[in-house]
């Protein structure tokens, strides 16, 4: 692949036709510009979303926005639609973190009215948010109860009070994939997540305090209740251990799959079953399974984080949106019934709120999704600034605790057990998320309605 290779359609659209290669079934489209395509070029990320051309059943393109960056099988940053009739699912085209995905909560006060308990805030979220590497949480459930979260997601935090009915209506899929089947999902699956509900994790999974500091869509705004210097908390995480393990256990039942069908690949990681087959259902089930551990899993660290703020401020906090960004699941586009993958990838249907977290230190955005891209994207579009450089990498290029005092300069808390993980996490490892939103509201994939500034950041191990 080299850029000569790629079709310059608008000004941030690029296409590398389906003559490219003649295993290709439909064109691949990246979204990106000319600046970022350098970059995209230094990893597997586009010879990724080539290969993802390839799938058998794969609708109009092979779709890659601006924060791709090589991942397992799919770019992370990959969107793809399949026919449920005759196409695929592919673990790949989700990931090991089923449904990671973002939530936004707003409050009733501003900056102004919580500034002096900024500090003692941070303490108090780091001290009741259980986050890090294989982190049990305070939440214990029994083996019917798991299987209960695996089946009905959100729904089971409202139904054990731990959170409103209302929620539900501001969650994609109303937080739960009726497809899921807590049968289809590994004992060891369910070992690593019995304790894992209401925990943070590691990596990029943070929770933020957040200021608003421009509103850049007054309508959207006015009807979403967010103005300008107006506190909100960005919660960011997934299904944690058991969704790895659901990842692990099908790949391997999908390896074996695809040598019994002697299917040929692309590349070995793209490992896929047909959507209708027997295997490609469990999957499916055991999949949106982890979909709605996550969901439930990001409830009750809402659970936490408004009884730490009522603690604190004696006020209430109403869920925003919350939106998965590792998924794949059931949507109708032009009338037909399609397995939508996206990984690192947000859905975006019109007059929707769209959540776009920064990288540790730098702004994040409320999105409104449009109808373009409902017609261009399968309604999608960025999931955040996309990795530029490997966590290695930024360990050795960054010290945790300098980090921590440059972003304190900067107005900026950051609350972590571990200063090798806020290496890992610096805003330097990251392309910069400005550039990345320009790119899909200047393309109309979608509206810019707000900018937020980070206050304080809660990280894991």
């Given at each position: ?317 109403d869920l925003v949106y919350d939106v998965a960004h590792n998924i794949a699941k059931i949507e109708e586009h032009d009338g037909v019934e399609m397995i939508m993958h996206r990984k690192g990838a947000t859905r975006a249907f019109p ?111």
């Amino acid at each position: 692949m080299q850029k000569h290779d790629l079709i310059k359609i608008e000004s941030y659209l690029y296409e590398i036709p389906k003559s490219f290669r003649e295993d290709m079934n439909v064109p691949c489209r990246i979204y990106v510009n000319k600046e970022m395509l350098e970059k995209v070029m230094e990893d597997r990320s586009l010879e990724q979303a080539i290969n993802v051309a390839t799938l058998p059943g794969i609708q109009k393109y092979s779709i890659a926005m601006p924060d791709i960056h090589q991942g397992y099988g799919f770019p992370i940053g990959g969107v793809a639609a399949f026919k449920s009739s005759d196409g695929i699912i592919s673990p790949g085209g989700v990931g090991y973190d089923i449904n990671c995905g973002v939530r936004l909560l707003k409050s009733s006060l501003s900056f102004n009215e919580v500034e002096k308990y900024l500090y003692g805030l941070g303490e108090k979220l780091l001290k009741t948010i259980p986050s890090g590497v294989g982190k049990g949480g305070k939440l214990k459930v029994t083996g019917a109860e798991l299987d209960e979260v695996l089946n009905t997601g959100a729904k089971w935090a409202v139904k054990k009070k731990l959170a409103g009915p209302e929620d539900l209506e501001h969650m994609e899929e109303g937080g739960c994939m009726e497809q899921a089947d807590a049968s289809k999902v590994s004992d060891q699956a369910k070992a690593r997540g019995k304790d894992q509900i209401g925990t943070l994790g590691s990596g990029n999974h943070f929770i933020e305090v957040q200021r608003i500091d421009e509103i850049l869509d007054e309508n959207y705004a006015k009807q979403w209740g967010l103005e300008k210097n107006q506190i909100v908390i960005m919660i960011h995480t997934g299904s944690r251990g058991l969704g790895h393990q659901i990842a692990t256990d099908y790949i391997k039942k999908l390896q074996k799959y695809i040598v019994e069908k002697n299917l040929q690949l692309a590349d070995r990681e793209l490992i896929y079953a047909k959507f209708n087959s027997p295997i490609g259902q469990d999957y499916l089930k055991a999949m949106a399974a982890g979909a709605n551990y996550a969901w439930c899993n990001r409830t009750m660290l809402t659970h936490l984080t408004r009884k730490v703020w009522r603690e604190v401020f004696n006020s209430e906090l109403d869920l925003v949106y919350d939106v998965a960004h590792n998924i794949a699941k059931i949507e109708e586009h032009d009338g037909v019934e399609m397995i939508m993958h996206r990984k690192g990838a947000t859905r975006a249907f019109p007059d929707q709120p769209v959540l776009i977290p920064g990288s540790m230190g730098t702004a994040s955005y409320i999105l409104a999704g449009t109808q373009k891209a409902l017609e261009e994207t399968f309604g999608s579009v960025c999931h955040g600034a996309g990795r530029t450089i490997s966590r290695q990498k930024a360990k050795k290029m960054v010290h945790g605790r300098r980090l921590q005092d440059d972003l304190k300069e900067k107005g900026i808390l950051v609350k972590s057990f571990s200063m090798r993980g806020l290496a890992e996490e610096a805003p330097l490892a990251y392309k910069d998320i400005d550039n990345v939103v320009n790119i899909v509201t200047e393309a109309g994939l979608a509206k810019k309605v707000a900018k937020m500034k980070p206050l304080v950041v809660i990280k894991g191990d």
